[in-house]
């Protein structure tokens, strides 16, 4: 198939570009927002191709792969084709809701042309999509490989944003974490830290990203209100032992033996300290943590799971 799809969220699109399709990437100019085009950090294939906005109404695609509520106009301007009605379309749900959770209403609720496919079972349940069709699936990831050592008796984060997100996604909890030992910080725009304890990595290519995260004794996951952290899945693929907020997804990828979960500043703190304090059961605990990921978020599955909905997705489309 030939899939349009636009460059939202750099690590979600590189597993989902794994598979056997031809994938078309607006790109602008400017190559903001709504034409960002391939990836410079990430590693994608030949089959990720760019197609400038002003010749995108005479490609040929078979799906198009929604992800933010104003690319359907942009398709229709762009193509003049309307997803869902002249082409066949999904809609993918990478976020939590906000606004008045758990009364939240969906951009696409209640229209029954398009899918609504979230990324975790907890985003289905919150997210109100009236009468919408809804599905799930689950995040998959291109295995770094078990490339964990724990040499440094640093913890490692992975936020991007931290200063614009704040409280979302834990910033407020890395001067604690940091008074415990010291923390780096990877992620886009982490530079805009400046906290005691806390070293950034701003923005690192992920291959060297993944290097440098396995370096560290121990993975912490401070996000608060954010669906599944994709940082949080390729910890767990490099084989770290992970430290988390038991919140929204958290308790469904982090299974007993893999890691720790906890609501507790307090815990938080005492499970990064026993980490770094045990060498041999960080190790093992990463282990778990890795055979957990395989078995839940392999990339074989994920692209499987695509595979079968973008195939209905035409098929209803035709229906």
Not at 145 to 150: D, E, L, P, W
Not at 197 to 219: I, K
């Amino acid at each position: 198939m030939r899939v349009l799809l636009w460059h939202v969220h750099g690590s979600w699109t590189t597993s989902f570009v794994q598979g056997d399709h031809d994938y078309l990437l607006p790109v602008t100019p400017d190559r903001g927002p709504a034409g960002l085009g391939r990836a410079l950090t990430w590693d994608w294939p030949s089959s990720v191709v760019e197609v400038p906005v002003d010749r995108l109404a005479e490609a040929q695609f078979d799906v198009v792969v929604l992800q933010r509520p104003h690319e359907a106009v942009l398709c229709e301007r762009w193509t003049g084709r309307r997803p869902g009605r002249d082409v066949p379309a999904v809609y993918v749900e990478h976020n939590t809701p906000g606004g008045d959770v758990p009364y939240s209403r969906h951009p696409m609720a209640d229209q029954r042309e398009v899918p609504i496919i979230h990324v975790t079972h907890f985003n289905r349940l919150f997210w109100d999509c009236g009468s919408a069709p809804t599905d799930v699936v689950e995040h998959g990831i291109v295995d770094p490989g078990h490339r964990y050592t724990g040499e440094l008796p640093h913890a490692a984060v992975a936020i991007n944003d931290p200063v614009r997100r704040g409280r979302a996604v834990g910033t407020d909890l890395l001067p604690v974490l940091a008074e415990a030992l010291p923390v780096d910080a990877f992620g886009m725009r982490v530079n805009q830290l400046d906290l005691d304890g806390v070293t950034p990595f701003e923005d690192l290519p992920q291959e060297r990203m993944h290097a440098e995260l396995a370096r560290r004794r121990v993975y912490i996951h401070t996000a608060r209100w954010t669906s599944l952290g994709l940082s949080l899945l390729e910890a767990m693929h490099l084989g770290m032992p992970v430290v988390a907020l038991d919140v929204t997804e958290a308790a469904r990828a982090v299974p007993p033996g893999a890691g720790v979960l906890t609501n507790s500043p307090e815990q938080l703190v005492a499970a990064v300290r026993r980490f770094v304090a045990d060498p041999e059961e960080a190790r093992a605990v990463g282990a778990t943590a890795r055979e957990a990921a395989l078995a839940s978020y392999g990339l074989k599955r994920f692209l499987a799971d695509w595979d079968e909905r973008l195939l209905a997705a035409a098929a209803r489309s035709l229906g």
